[in-house]
């Protein structure tokens, strides 16, 4: 009997991790009616997603018009910005129901823009912070190309 219950509790515990697993890859999402993944989120949390990413926007631009200008010190200073640093999310609720694909793309992103300071800092020439930028910007495109946001009711 004792060892029945023993069996239980563990049958019971690797359910529990499998769905925690499964939470923890997947994230909260739904297939999209445009062909992409939906992540199912509330009204706020989508707010602070935008914003985030319209902050990125803007980001690239400060990060542009420095190369235009040549100036490496700004393009450091504007990529540090928006690097690993910014990217310890302030909502941990919101991280669970990211799916791990999406996680790593941020991830990717945000570890990239560090880069791009770190080349900037040591006096790579331009081109090669502008391609560095481009790379960016493939990750960007990456990412909106498999996710989009969903507000279910
Ligand atoms: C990890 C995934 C991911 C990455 C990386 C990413 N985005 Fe996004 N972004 C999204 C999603 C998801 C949306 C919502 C798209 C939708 O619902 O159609 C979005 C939306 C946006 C929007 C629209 C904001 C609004 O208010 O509607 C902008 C602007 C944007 N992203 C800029 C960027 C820029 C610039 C980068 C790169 C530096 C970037 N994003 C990188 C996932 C990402």
Known sequence: ??????????????VTAV???VVFVRGNTAPGSDGR????????????VLAEMRSLLVANRTITAALA???????AKAARAVGMAEAHD???SLLAKLPLDFKRLAMAM??????????A?????????????????????????GFRIDTPR
């Open 1 to 14: 009997m004792k060892q029945r219950l023993g069996l239980i509790a563990v049958a019971l515990w690797l």
């Open 19 to 21: 769905a925690m697993a």
């Open 37 to 48: 993944t939906a992540l199912l989120l509330q009204e706020s949390e989508r707010n602070f």
């Open 69 to 75: 200008a040549g100036d490496a010190a700004q393009v």
């Open 90 to 92: 302030r909502a941990p």
């Open 110 to 119: 945000h570890g990239g823009f560090d880069g791009l300071a770190a080349e």
């Open 121 to 145: 800092e040591a006096g790579a020439p331009m081109p090669a912070l502008t391609a560095r930028l481009l790379e960016q910007l493939d990750r960007c495109i990456a990412c909106h190309e």
